[in-house]
């Protein structure tokens, strides 16, 4: 489901982090989920040391209502023809697998790669929502999925995508 807000506040399982490859912390979202649950987070992910595009990590949720943070790396968009489409589906799915994985039932992303990695606003909402659909038609483990829309604007277009696609 889609919802408007901040996702530092969110009570799911998990919540997702639109990370870096080098798990540094940074702008946007990142540092928004860093500042609000404390430094072990960035703890255990100087551990695990890095993280490639299009894949997922996942540490705890430190002072984060959530128990887990999942860290996957969106894409650098740069004119659609460099495998962005790919990528950014698949940090969407291994966040979705690592999640099961955990056996955990709800999670609840941001809209990866739209900020400062500057991915068009309507193809990545399309991806985020079709890899979300696709993954629950395959599995009945993970109960709740929210996308968690940080400006009007955004939660429009993936109000639009949705209607397209149900
Ligand atoms: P990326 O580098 O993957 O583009 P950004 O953090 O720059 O990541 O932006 C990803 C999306 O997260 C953007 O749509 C941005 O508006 C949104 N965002 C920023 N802060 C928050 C927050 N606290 N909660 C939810 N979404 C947020």
Do not use: W
């Amino acid at each position: 489901m889609l919802d408007y807000g901040d996702i530092t506040g969110e009570t799911t399982d998990a919540i997702v982090n639109a990370a870096n490859e080098r798990l540094a912390g940074g702008a946007g979202v990142d540092g928004a989920i860093h500042r609000a649950g404390g430094p072990t987070i960035m703890a255990q992910c100087r551990k695990i040391g890095g993280c490639p595009t299009g894949e997922a990590v996942i540490t705890t949720g430190g002072k984060l209502k959530a128990k887990y943070v999942i860290h996957t790396v969106g894409p650098i968009y740069r004119d659609g023809t460099k495998g962005e489409a790919k990528l950014l589906q698949s940090a969407y799915k291994k966040s979705l697998e690592l999640a099961r994985e955990k056996g955990l039932q709800s999670i609840s992303f941001p809209a990866i790669s739209t900020g400062i990695y500057g991915y068009p606003l309507d193809e990545a909402a399309h991806l985020a929502l079709n890899t979300c659909i696709e993954f629950v038609r395959g599995n009945t483990d993970i109960k709740l999925i929210r996308h968690i829309l940080f400006s009007s604007k955004i939660y429009d277009i993936y109000s639009t995508q949705l209607k397209m696609l149900v």
